[in-house]
């Protein structure tokens, strides 16, 4: 079974000294978990400043996810983008203002998908509600946030989740049997969160052997295309 991380950070981060700041050893950390590829942020575009955007290690198994800020202070959509990030709360920007909407509009009509953290529920609606053609993963979602990610799940089709913290018992089998394994992507948050977890919790998720293969790789490549 082909692995594939949507949800990755390379680079130096604040919370401590961690493997992948560099490409060996992030890709060390993949080989070790057995996980394929990685849709990786850079942790500078992250944190610090995305308007010059830090290079990502050329390796076949790693996908750039750039990160987008919307409006005249921030960053234009790289042209083969097909998977990007949006930081509200580290940009200073809100996802339904009018340049927020204007950015959704533009990723929507070419196709491109947004991650997400869950920080705001109403935001994220309000955005789903304005461009509901946009594809949004919710990622890092916690687990106590099940209700209202099923709130949202449950009114807005093109909304997706990965699994790096929805870690409660049996939640991934009870997301995917209420709204379809097409609606779940592997990821981890690593480093900032664990990947050992969610790594585990796929190989023994108790669902058929095919909505495993799409959660595992297949969800995102169709992203990725």
């Not at 042209?79 to 509009?105: N, Q, W, Y």
């Not at 106590?144 to 009114?155: F, G, I, Q, S, T």
Request: aromatic content about 4%.
């Amino acid at each position: 079974m082909r692995v594939i991380d949507v949800n990755r950070i390379v680079g130096p981060v604040p919370t401590g000294d961690v493997p992948s700041t560099d490409a060996a050893g992030l890709l060390a950390e993949l080989d070790r978990l057995a996980i394929d590829a990685a849709c990786v942020v850079h942790s500078r575009d992250l944190y610090y400043d995305p308007t010059t955007a830090a290079e990502v290690p050329d390796d076949p198994r790693l996908v750039r996810v750039p990160v987008v800020v919307p409006g005249p202070l921030g960053t234009a959509v790289p042209e083969t983008a097909k998977l990007v990030r949006m930081c509200p709360s580290e940009h200073r920007f809100r996802l339904t203002g009018p340049h927020g909407i204007e950015a959704a509009r533009e990723l929507a009509e070419r196709g491109i998908t947004v991650l997400l953290t869950l920080e705001d529920p109403g935001e994220i609606h309000r955005l789903a509600s304005e461009v509901p053609a946009l594809r949004i993963v919710l990622i890092n979602t916690g687990y106590r946030a099940l209700r209202e990610l099923a709130d949202l799940l449950e009114v807005h089709p093109e909304l997706n989740v990965d699994t790096a913290t929805l870690c409660g018992h049996l939640s991934v089998e009870w997301v995917v049997r209420r709204y379809g394994a097409h609606r779940v992507l592997f990821g981890t948050g690593a480093p900032l969160t664990d990947d050992a977890g969610p790594r585990f919790q796929l190989d023994h998720l108790e669902l058929p052997v095919d909505d495993v293969a799409l959660i595992a790789s297949g969800n995102v490549l169709e992203l990725l295309r």
